[in-house]
């Protein structure tokens, strides 16, 4: 199995004569080729046993909570049948402890005399680390630009991008990025100078 960030790739690569016929499945239920579900057969031929084998892939591109679980890749002939397992952990497991990381109310935007704060709030376990970008390009902190993040107890934090006497060059869209082992979270938030 790959983890390739955006997508999860499981492999299975299968012999025989005649040729197994593969199926997959997540617990029970037989995997189907949908938007985010692709699945491949490549044949390929091992020159030292001077064997043709085939090379299947279950790519799940975004894979969400709902794409945990138990997989398996059936393969099937007249001879027999043949089955390799695989596990997708995605977020904490149960009874962990653990949390991915996940929003307390929404992410806004405060005006204050001369000074504009955007802030979030999340909950995590273990604790995130946050990135700002503005425009896709990392921020920066600097003497007006101050980056806090404030933990509030119960495994809360309070992420801030303060920026002091803002003018028109701090309008754009601004992205906080907090992540952990078990999942990444963004909340985007705009400051627009008409």
């Not at 031929?45 to 945990?68: G, M, Q, R, Y």
């Not at 099937?76 to 995605?90: Q, R, V, W």
């Not at 992410?107 to 001369?114: A, H, N, R, S, T």
């Amino acid at each position: 199995m790959r983890d390739e960030g955006d997508k999860m790739v499981m492999i299975c690569s299968v012999t025989g004569k005649p040729e197994p016929k593969i199926t997959w499945f997540h617990g029970d239920k037989e995997v189907k080729k949908d938007k985010k579900t692709k699945i491949d057969k490549d044949k390929e031929k091992d020159k030292s046993k001077d064997e043709t084998f085939w090379v299947h892939t279950l790519t799940i591109s975004e894979p969400k909570k709902e794409n945990a679980g138990k997989y398996k890749c059936v393969a099937k002939n007249d001879m027999g049948d043949l089955t390799a397992n695989f596990t997708l952990s995605i977020g904490a497991p149960e009874g962990s402890g653990d949390i991915t990381p996940e929003f307390i109310g929404k992410p806004e935007i405060v005006q204050g005399d001369k000074k504009i704060t955007l802030q979030c709030k999340v909950k995590a376990r273990p604790e995130p680390e946050v990135k700002w970008t503005r425009d896709e390009e990392p921020v920066k902190e600097e003497q007006r630009l101050k980056i806090t993040k404030t933990n509030e107890g119960g495994d809360v934090y309070l992420l801030k991008l303060e920026i002091t006497e803002p003018g028109k060059g701090d309008g754009g869209k601004y992205k906080c990025t907090a992540s952990n082992k078990y999942g990444v979270l963004n909340a985007n938030l705009s400051i627009n100078y008409g």
